[in-house]
């Protein structure tokens, strides 16, 4: 799918189709289609492929591209609901699920979709434009201190207080709206301040805010849970995360569902929840697997990708408690998100 349309290069590609091992008796569940480029070689391998994407225009490009692929289901929605979508279309289980985090960079790189401090657009950051709440919402509306907590936990931005200073003094004469405007802002504090920084100050702010307006943290969550159940055995589960907080959910996740022994550490996990000293992954990457130089230096986008992998060994369903990950927590904005039952910020 390298085409005028889609600028998104396949990150570590070539490890997620060894782990998978795809042939035409296999079915997998892409949960996150972005441009495609993972769902097109497991396709060119005859296998089945079911492609989610949170992202209208993700599936719209997808749906032309692939025209009426027999082998390929196409859906807009979250994959933090994929066991429905795989029931939906007849798939009890699956061989093998794929969820490459973030966003893509059809996303990044269109203005537009107010994603990217590089580019001036709308404030905007969701990846389903259906979504009522939008980075512009919570810069201009919410309390500063829950805006300090999202950007010190999200972003972990050491100057988060006095850049919510800096924005509450700004859209007090007028509400911030564009990309540029907080850029800008966030850019001033760390002159001010004479702070040097390798990355562009503005990057942790807007990584903070793009997590929370997307319900990341809860989704990824949600899918691990997900995917545990609609597994094949053997069946296997990859997860490629751009950032440590991503990274560090999948990595808990799988510790304690396996039985890899833990090591003292700060997110130290309760494993009571195994039974009988049965567990439901294999960690098939004891060493998380990184994009080698030649990788980087043909996309640079890929150097922070960190990828994952497990397999399915045991049909057992381990109570998992979301609570024992030990995320950090933030306000439960139930009433922004409509989320009664789950409470992980
Ligand atoms: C990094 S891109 C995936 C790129 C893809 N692997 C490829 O090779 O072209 C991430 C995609 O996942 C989508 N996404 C992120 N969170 C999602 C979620 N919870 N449910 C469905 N799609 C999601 C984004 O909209 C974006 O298109």
Redesign the pocket.
Known sequence: ?QNIV?N????L?NKVIKYLQPNSNKVFI??????????LELLKYGSKVLG????IE?IKQGKNFFKKNKKLFLIL????YLKYYAHKYGLKFVDGI???????S??LNNHNRGFSFMYDGPLDMR??INQKISAKTLINKLHADDLIKIIHTLGEEKYAKSIVLAITKARKIKNITRTSELSYIINQVFKKKKIKTRINPATRTFQALRIYV???LY??IR?LIESQKILNINGRLIV?S?HSLEDRIVKYFLKANSNKKQKKSKYKINQNNILNNQYAFKILTPKVIKPDNIEIKRNPRSRSARLRVAEKISICSNKFNINTLNIPRLINYKNIWGYNSVSIF
């Open positions: 799918m889609n998104h290069i396949p990150v590609l892409d949960g996150t289609f972005g441009g495609g480029g993972y769902t989610i994407d949170k992202d993700a929605g979250n994959f933090a794929v969820l490459d985090l973030g966003v893509s059809n996303q990846m389903n997307n319900n990341e989704n990824i899918a490629n751009f």
